[in-house]
């Protein structure tokens, strides 16, 4: 396996990232990441960094869960 090492942007800040996944896909997390920090940020504007955080992480775990429970309904 090949390990690609990136540059990414996440709110500002320059992230050097190592994975062996597809250097596209990687961007396009980041890329999705940044919009669901960004939706956050204009619905709430009086957090801090570390709140806007947490808040898009548990926005965009609420979405995986939901998909992965329909998936899991879809198999019974």
Known sequence: MVINRMRINIMGREYIIKSGADPEHVVRIAN???RRIEEV???FQNLNREQTLVLAAMNITDD???LYEMIE????
Do not use: I, T
């Open 64 to 66: 995986f869960l939901q």
């Open 32 to 34: 999705h990441l940044n």
């Open 41 to 43: 940020s204009a619905r």
């Open 73 to 76: 309904q879809d198999k019974e």
